[in-house]
């Protein structure tokens, strides 16, 4: 194993975390073949629900041991160190079994919570049985999670990013697998196949856990130092360290998940009132909530693998009280995601159709979620980015002011959107998702300005290049929409014109706006001429270079 830096450290776990996603974006093309989408409704209710137990559990304290054990190692306190982890891993067990517990014990009430009055899809028995087989994983999962913290915190980002994909391929082994056999082979019901399904969480968090702990064992001494200063740092120190650190890091994660939980509870009780039929109205709560988030993880993977790479780099460097460090750190985190996610969100809008008929079928209003969903996923990028920041610079009143305002702002504006949208003949399926976009904004907008007056962090070369990058990404979108128009197969009456369709306008696109942002020195402006020889170099074996 080897340290990483910034850059390479994000690189890594991005490139693992897109090869996670897009493992996570494949398997529903099978899965929801299999289940169908009543069964794809009755999926997202209980993983949506755990997703939220999850982040209760485990987000915050994982994410604060990488943050505690990066400072205690750049100080050189490595007895504090371990005893971080030790104590961190204590109180991870009993939370655990708490919202193991609750889940568990409270699965029938969360049901009729999520479903309401609606009838005709899915039973409340059917609910609460797939949130108790979905219950176990949040026993092993916050286990796994605060051991990635641990390698992240030393900055060893690889072993982190090779059990997510360990986590994920057995998880997706037992979806595919679990639901053929019940409903194909033994003609088992829709309730067990699904259940079965959710229950992939835990084996695949057990199978990366089992990973991690030969990783450590064989790498002992990588961590097992000497102190090389002087501490004198007790355990209720610590302890407070933990929960100070890990709350804002709970706060963060629990308002995106319950931002899912609301749209898809809003959408439901709202769509039902505007006389859609209940399988339209499951289908697009699911759609909005779960199927078009799984596209949409090809977005998210560069928030998620920066913020493993981000938190440890920016809690060494205001450490070391380098101010300038912390601000080109802030600047190239937030202009390099918009970089990456800007043309893959304007991709996915201008393909919505084909890609969700590869993915699911033929569908009214699937589409139209997705179209609009992937700049909710762009903007909820940036917002995970700049909270991620506030955390590791200890700014947590704006995080705290941020996410409480923007889950606000998104359920005040749910169902006023969906029936705006109605009213002036928009399609309502979109009304969540645009209430989404503004609370993110909200929270973006008010966490920069927090960081430019107490960090003094100048933001104008984010503005800058996120202006100069809309270039290419506007160029691109006009071109392939005139470029579709022409095409033979872009009817696409089946799911091989529709890949047809989807491999040319990826041919097409890409290098459009590759090329028009090499023209603009976009890529030298945020990652850094040093950095991009180096990629240069390893993609033309040594025969490209920028002088």
């Not at 990066?70 to 100080?75: A, D, P, Q």
């Not at 980002?157 to 059990?163: D, E, L, Q, R, Y």
């Not at 355990?235 to 890091?249: D, G």
């Not at 300038?324 to 390099?336: G, R």
Request: with cysteine; proline share 3%.
């Amino acid at each position: 194993m080897k340290k990483n830096n910034f850059v390479e450290g994000t690189l890594i776990a991005t490139l693992n975390i897109v090869l996670v996603k897009i493992l996570g974006m494949l398997y529903v093309i099978p899965f929801y073949n299999i289940v169908g989408s009543q069964g794809g409704a009755l999926y997202s209710y209980a993983y949506n629900i755990y997703m939220i137990f999850l982040s209760i559990s485990s987000a915050g304290l994982p994410n604060a041991i990488a943050k505690i054990i990066s400072e205690y190692n750049t100080l050189g306190y490595h007895d504090a160190k371990n005893r971080a982890y030790k104590i961190g891993r204590n109180i991870i067990a009993f939370i655990s079994i708490i919202a193991f517990l609750v889940l568990f014990i409270f699965a029938d009430e969360i049901a009729k919570l999520i479903l309401g009055s609606l009838e005709g899809g899915n039973t409340f028995e059917d609910v609460a049985f797939v949130i108790r087989c979905v219950a176990p994983a949040v026993l092993i999962i916050p286990f796994l999670s605060i051991l990635k913290g641990y390698f992240q915190g030393h900055k060893y980002v690889s072993p982190s990013s090779i059990s997510q994909v360990i986590e994920q391929v057995v998880r997706i082994f037992v979806i595919l697998c679990g639901s053929y056999l019940v409903l194909k082979v033994f003609n088992g019901t829709l309730k067990v196949a699904v259940g079965l399904s959710v229950a992939g969480a835990f084996f695949g968090g057990l199978a990366a856990y089992i990973f991690l702990r030969i990783k450590l064992h064989k790498n002992k001494k990588l961590f097992d130092l000497k102190d090389e200063a002087k501490e004198k740092i007790d355990n209720k120190t610590i302890i407070k360290k933990i929960f100070a650190y890990s709350i804002p890091f709970v706060v963060i994660s629990v308002a995106c998940h319950i931002y899912n939980t609301t749209d898809q509870i809003l959408v439901l009780h709202t769509l039902d009132k505007l006389h859609f039929s209940p399988e339209d109205v499951e289908h697009i709560a699911s759609a909005i909530s779960t199927w078009s988030s799984k596209i949409c993880m090809i977005i998210n993977a560069m928030s998620m693998g920066m913020t493993v790479s981000l938190i440890p780099s920016i809690v060494a460097a205001h450490t070391e009280k380098d101010d300038a460090k912390v601000s080109k750190l802030v600047n190239q985190s937030i202009t390099m995601v918009a970089f990456i996610s800007l043309p893959l969100a304007t991709g996915l809008c201008v393909l919505a159709k084909p890609v969700w008929y590869v993915f699911y079928g033929a569908s009214k209003y699937g589409p139209i979620v997705l179209a609009i969903q992937v700049f909710s996923a762009l903007i909820g990028n940036i917002f995970v980015i700049s909270s991620s920041i506030c955390q590791g610079l200890s700014k947590y009143k704006t995080v705290y002011i941020t996410n409480f305002l923007g889950f606000i702002l998104n359920a005040l504006l749910d169902v006023p959107m969906i029936y705006l949208c109605n009213a002036i003949g928009w399609s309502p399926v979109i009304g969540s998702s645009i209430a989404s976009m503004i609370g993110y904004t909200v929270a973006i907008i008010i966490t920069c300005i927090s960081l430019n007056r107490y960090q003094k962090i100048n933001f104008g070369f984010t503005i800058k290049n996120i202006f100069k990058m809309i270039i290419p990404a506007a160029v691109m979108a006009v071109v392939l929409i005139i470029f579709n128009k022409i095409l033979p197969f872009a009817e696409m009456k089946s799911t091989l014109e529709s890949i047809l369709l989807i491999v040319c306008d990826v041919a097409v696109g890409a290098p459009i706006f590759i090329g028009i942002s090499w023209f603009m020195n976009l890529f030298t402006d945020i990652m850094g001429k040093p950095m991009v020889n180096r990629l240069l170099k390893k993609m033309t074996f040594g025969k490209l270079q920028i002088k």
